[in-house]
Structures are given as C-alpha cells and as structure tokens.
C-alpha cells in the first residue's frame, strides 16, 4: 500500500477557492488509480472525483461537476484537487484514496480504495 498524506486544507468563506495537494510514497505512483472523498460527522464517506493512471480520464460526482478539477503529477507522486466557487455544503474531511487494482473512473465506493491519507478539514463559512 502507498502512504498517502493530504495537506492544503482551511477556512474559506462561500465563493472562495482552495487546492487541496495529495502527495504519496511508497509505491509506484503511475500503477494507482486516484481519487479524492470526503466525509461529514454522523455521514458516509462521499465520493467527490476521480483520475486515471495517466491522468487522461477524470470523473466527478454532480455536486462538484463544474467547480472541482482534479489532476495528477505522477513525476511528484502528487494529486490535486482544485476547488472553486465554494458552498458551505462542501465543508467537510476530505480524503485522497488510492488503488493499484481499478481500470476505471467511475468506482465511486470508498470500500474499492486500498490506500487512504489522514484528511484535511475544508470548512466553508456562508
């Protein structure tokens, strides 16, 4: 498994704009599907985007579509998420997931991710 340590957290207000960074060790970084997930208190861990291997497919859950991209350097075993036009339903722990196995964007269920960081808080006031 990849050790994967996310950072680029914070509190914004509603508008504003954040990059939350992923950086991963541990294992060939180009063999691993990505993606970013994030989770309110009392609620399930919610799928929030995904990336390829090369970085030539991306998916995002509708409520992001738009306002979230995600991207992928896999010469500094980094992924990142940038996040514009802010709501305070976004606020949450945001967590980047990483799988040697998956072949496609769109597996959407945290419980298909082997590799999990620690998360960043993103809290967005209105």
């Known amino acids: 498994q990849m050790q994967l340590v996310e950072s680029g957290g914070g509190l914004v207000q509603a508008g504003a704009s954040l990059t939350l960074s992923c950086t991963a060790s541990?294992?060939?970084?180009?063999?691993?599907?990505m993606a970013w997930f994030r989770q309110v208190p009392g609620m399930e861990r919610e799928f929030v985007a995904a990336?390829?291997?090369?970085?030539?497919?991306?998916y995002y859950a509708d409520s992001v579509k738009g306002r979230f991209t995600i991207s992928r350097d896999n010469a500094k075993k980094n992924v990142r998420l940038q996040m514009n036009s802010l709501k305070p339903e976004d606020s949450a722990v945001y967590f980047c997931?990483?799988?040697?196995?998956?072949?496609?964007?769109?597996?959407?269920?945290?419980?298909?991710?082997?590799?999990w960081g620690q998360g960043t808080q993103v809290t967005v006031s209105s």
């Open positions: 541990g294992g060939t970084f180009s063999f691993y599907s």
């Open positions: 990336i390829s291997r090369s970085g030539g497919s991306t």
């Open positions: 997931a990483a799988d040697r196995t998956i072949m496609t964007v769109t597996r959407l269920d945290p419980d298909d991710y082997e590799s």
